[in-house]
């Protein structure tokens, strides 16, 4: 979970009174805390122009990550190095003895005042060995080292964590230069395990809060595709997306993860067929009210979606009679199946549009290749005369499909792409493979006749792109048709437009392919971004008189 959902209150360590009153803290979200890791890291990593970093060691202040658990702050950092394009190595210190985390101890002979002396000295840190590691195997020579729960650590290790922080130094070995480092941890009510820092050490890192915010994390919730009723029913019920209580009668807890992990259960278990249950919820949100409440609307979700027949309504498949049968049910329902009918039109959408992403993507890596390729037939690199050939036949063309396959590699092994990204270059890989298949079974022998028959092929998966924008365009014509003959201008419609506009592969088709229903509604948003905003001048003058 990324930015999953937390609010990030800078806090700097050696402002005593900032880190006692937590009213006087400046609240940021946890998009804005991203930022500003990715900004620590930039400033640290800047060089001057004969290639020295800018910054000086001594001042780069490691950041300190405290958060209740179930944050997500691996994903945060996953992010944050992916988006300054540098390496990755991530730890969770309380899975390490001392020897793995500071080295073993070994004699080794030194030279004292001319004197030849055998002294204790210590093998690499199994960390700092991974991190000479990911420089070896991604080419990458900068990058962030991620020490999770670090104030959780066992007494024999924790002088070792306080040397990290204040020296960047695992036993006697120093993390290589270019790599910035980030901690985190659970604050005290969390973990009785929990090691309280002096302000010694407080006073040489930068310590981010981070608390729960269900609004950020519905934002991210729509990014990763978390299942709709999930998203539905936090919308409505803000205040069940976090609970920690650690009570006489036991522990109970709900938290952004348990919210992640429970959607991906739930979108396996319902293509299996698998029933779900309140007690199969429970093992994710483990309190059993939340637990309870949202196992009930799942399965009401579940019912709206087959009672209301939503791609049926969106593809057009339903008679004048029937459609309007539902507009007056939807228009006549309580506040949460109205609710519920506009999140499964919504998630409806995000599908098709997700599967227009995933086959926008694969066409661009395909058309890539293709470019490439063409060029590799126009070179004609072999030695024709000498093979008596007028042209080049189609093994130029297999040759071209394995030195793309034998460059993935290199770049798989160095973790120069995402898993998303890998799979779409094998796929294309895979795709010209049985395109050049094809031209054999053809009897087509030469590389250009085998070219034109491969862009033939292509241009079919293109024209099944094009099918599916307009499939895409009509679904949200009708879908905003329904909406509007169901509930009129109304919270409902404002609630579809504000989802659309929230969802950034949604506005990105609109924006490429266009939607005129949702141009004309969508100007209700800045109504009520303007209503509320002169609301809150008028509170803040009242108060000010």
């Not at 991210?220 to 609970?243: D, N, P, T, W």
């Not at 319902?270 to 994710?284: Q, T």
């Not at 199946?337 to 993507?361: C, M, P, Q, S």
């Amino acid at each position: 979970m990324s930015c999953a959902g937390y609010r990030a209150n800078g806090v700097n360590s050696n402002q005593t009174a900032a880190i006692t009153d937590r009213s006087r803290e400046k609240e940021m979200n946890i998009q804005e805390a991203k930022e500003e890791i990715c900004n620590t890291v930039r400033a640290y990593l800047a060089k001057d122009e004969d290639g020295y970093y800018v910054y000086p060691l001594v001042r780069q202040r490691p950041i300190l990550l405290i958060g209740p658990p179930g944050i997500g702050k691996t994903a945060i950092m996953e992010q944050a190095a992916a988006e300054c394009k540098v390496g990755l190595v991530s730890y969770t210190i309380t899975h390490h003895t001392r020897q793995s985390a500071i080295g073993l101890p070994e004699i080794v002979e030194r030279n004292y005042g001319g004197k030849e002396m055998m002294v204790t000295d210590y093998t690499m840190s199994e960390i700092v060995a991974s991190v000479y590691d990911c420089m070896e195997n991604t080419g990458k020579r900068e990058g962030i080292l991620f020490i999770d729960e670090i104030n959780c650590v066992s007494e024999t290790l924790a002088p070792a964590m306080l040397a990290l922080l204040q020296n960047k130094t695992f036993g006697s070995h120093k993390i290589p230069e270019g790599w910035i480092l980030v901690a985190a941890g659970n604050p005290p009510e969390y973990n009785k395990s929990v090691r309280e820092f002096d302000i010694v050490t407080l006073d040489r890192v930068r310590k981010l809060e981070i608390e729960p915010d269900c609004d950020i994390w519905l934002k991210y919730a729509g990014q990763r595709k978390v299942h709709q009723a999930i998203i539905s029913y936090l919308s409505m019920k803000k205040e069940r997306f976090y609970s920690v209580e650690n009570t006489v009668d036991g522990k109970f807890f709900v938290t952004a993860r348990g919210w992640e992990d429970l959607s991906r259960l739930l979108q396996s278990y319902e293509k299996l067929g698998i029933e779900i249950s309140a007690e199969l919820v429970g093992e994710f949100l483990q309190k059993e009210e939340t637990a309870r409440d949202f196992a009930g609307f799942y399965q009401l979700y579940m019912k709206y979606g087959e009672d209301y027949q939503i791609p049926e309504i969106l593809d057009g498949r339903l008679s004048p009679e029937k459609l309007k049968e539902k507009q007056k049910m939807a228009g006549g329902g309580a506040f949460e199946e109205r609710f519920a009918v506009v999140n499964l039109i919504h998630g409806t959408l995000k599908e098709t549009v997700g599967k227009y992403g995933h086959a926008d993507r694969q066409l661009t890596v395909m058309y890539e290749l293709l470019q490439h390729m063409k060029k590799q037939v126009k070179k004609n690199p072999v030695d024709l005369e000498s093979r008596g050939q007028i042209s080049a036949d189609l093994s130029s063309l297999e040759e071209f499909v394995q030195e793309q396959e034998n460059s993935l590699q290199v770049k798989i092994k160095m973790e120069l792409l995402s898993l998303k990204e890998q799979k779409y270059q094998e796929i294309a890989i895979r795709k010209l493979r049985e395109y050049i298949l094809n031209a054999k079974k053809e009897h087509l022998r030469s590389a250009e006749n085998g070219f034109k028959r491969i862009c033939k092929c292509f241009e079919e998966e293109a024209a099944g792109r094009e099918a599916l924008v307009e499939k895409i365009q009509r679904q949200l014509q009708n879908a905003f048709s329904f909406i509007e003959e169901s509930f009129g201008e109304k919270q409902e419609m404002l609630l579809f437009v504000t989802g659309l506009t929230a969802d950034r592969e949604m506005t990105d088709f609109i924006a490429e392919n266009g939607c005129p229903a949702y141009f004309q509604h969508s100007g209700m948003l800045l109504y009520n971004r303007e209503e509320r905003e002169l609301r809150q001048a008028c509170m803040e003058a009242v108060e000010e008189l």
